[in-house]
């Protein structure tokens, strides 16, 4: 279930919101303010903040910068009347993932949210295959895929069990200085 956090001062704005994804099976957490918003993302596994424009603009982006500094996967939601696409695009420079003008109609706001899970599943992804490939293609540190790589890391594997000094040779910048800090550390396993 994700995670959803509502900031909108007008109580009958944010409690149609969070009816409306409570509904749709979404854990939701409503607030009126940036404080109380800035504590819940300091406690909460917030996926999606749903956030009106105006609060944004008061604090001088304040809250996206808590909020992605706490959750670098988080989407974020605005929403607000103004169809000023110079100010629309500050925002997305700022962070917001989505724009939505008024009114908010149940259809716009869902679809919306579909797309926003979408991202944190692709970005949920990307993370998760990042992880497989460095530890699948990574050796102390050294990431490579070529069975060249994967020879020196074998060679790598058999120098460090050597008991006297070893001398390592090549041009600048070929990763001396990573190979040699990789036998130091597999060196008598």
Do not use: W
Request: charged content about 30%.
């Amino acid at each position: 279930m994700r995670k959803i956090l509502i900031v909108e001062e007008d109580v009958l704005i944010r409690e149609k919101l969070s009816n409306l994804l409570r509904d749709e099976g979404y854990y939701v957490i409503a607030v009126k303010d940036r404080s109380v918003a800035i504590n819940c993302l300091e406690r909460e596994s917030i996926e999606i903040m749903i956030i009106a424009e105006k609060i944004i603009q008061e604090n001088g982006f304040e809250l996206l910068s808590v909020a992605r500094q706490r959750l670098s996967n988080i989407v974020i939601i605005a929403f607000g009347e103004n169809e000023n696409a110079y100010r629309v695009r500050g925002l997305f420079t700022k962070g917001i993932y989505e724009y939505l003008s008024h009114p908010l109609t149940p259809s716009r706001v869902l679809s919306s949210i579909k797309r926003a899970e979408e991202r944190i599943a692709l970005l949920e992804e990307n993370k998760d295959l990042k992880r497989r490939i460095d530890y699948r293609y990574s050796f102390a540190g050294i990431t490579g895929v070529s069975e060249k790589m994967q020879k020196v890391f074998s060679l790598i594997l058999q120098v460090s069990q050597i008991k006297r000094p070893i001398l390592l040779m090549g041009e600048s910048g070929t990763g001396k200085e990573m190979v040699a800090r990789a036998i130091h550390k597999y060196a008598f396993l």
